[in-house]
């Protein structure tokens, strides 16, 4: 199975603050990594798909990059509504796997 | 509008079974794999199973080959999960979701809201 591992595990950060949640494969996925938020109680929603793409109707300010092992995801500019759980997926391999989460919470 | 709600979530005794269903609307069922996710109690999230847009291709986490079952009615736009030999370890929120193209893998958008599997005697 393809690990995927996030960094770091949890992190605080204020309002306007640029954050940056890093996601490595176990081996080479191309493009192949999603990214989710959850907040607590909540199903989670896709953020960005294909490594780089936005979702229709997630505000801009959310970005991914990467390609092969490594991805990050960035917040430019943190708003209350964004403390939540974020997830890296990879969807190259029909064994599906989940980074174990980030949890982002309020400094 | 798409909208996936789940069903049949409830408690049952380790070795137990249960079916999950997952009622699709707002989209052409057939033509988009579905999937399901579940989500331990305080835990993170872990892939159980995906099956594409026809049914003819069905894929299981290692956790649950050989104990839990994918498939789906596309006359009835449902998704199922059908879940034999419970362990405590699959107690789980189980959520479906729906895939972005008829084949699998690929991401998921959107996802219900879960239904509570708790296996405990």
């Known amino acids: 199975d393809i690990q995927m591992t996030q960094a770091p595990s949890s992190l605080s950060a204020s309002v306007g603050d640029r954050v940056t949640i890093t996601c490595r494969a176990s081996?080479?996925?191309?493009?192949?990594v999603n990214w989710y938020q959850q907040k607590l109680g909540k199903a989670p929603k896709l953020l960005i798909y294909?490594?780089?793409s936005l979702q229709s109707g997630v505000p801009s300010r959310f970005s991914g990059s990467g390609s092969g092992t490594d991805f990050t995801l960035t917040i430019s500019s943190l708003q209350p509504e964004d403390f939540a759980t974020y997830y890296c997926q990879q969807s190259y391999s029909t064994l599906i796997t989940f980074g174990q989460g980030t949890r982002l919470d309020i400094k | 509008e798409v909208q996936l709600v789940e069903s049949g979530g409830h408690l049952v005794q380790p070795g137990g079974s249960l079916r999950l269903s997952c009622a699709a609307s707002?989209?052409?069922?057939?033509?988009?794999?579905m999937n399901w996710v579940r989500q331990a109690p305080g835990k993170g999230l872990e892939w159980v199973s995906s099956?594409?847009?026809?049914?003819?291709?069905?894929y299981y986490a290692d956790s649950v080959k050989g104990r839990f079952t994918i498939s789906r009615d596309n006359s009835k736009n449902t998704l199922y999960l059908e879940m034999n030999s419970l362990r405590a370890e699959d107690t789980a929120v189980y959520y479906c979701?729906?895939?972005?193209?008829?084949?699998?893998?690929?991401?998921?958008?959107?996802w219900g809201q879960g239904t509570l599997v708790t296996v405990s005697s």
């Open positions: 707002g989209f052409t069922f057939t033509n988009y794999g």
């Open positions: 081996q080479s996925i191309s493009s192949y």
């Open positions: 099956i594409s847009g026809s049914g003819g291709s069905t």
């Open positions: 979701a729906k895939g972005s193209t008829a084949m699998t893998p690929n991401w998921f958008d959107p």
């Open positions: 294909a490594a780089s």
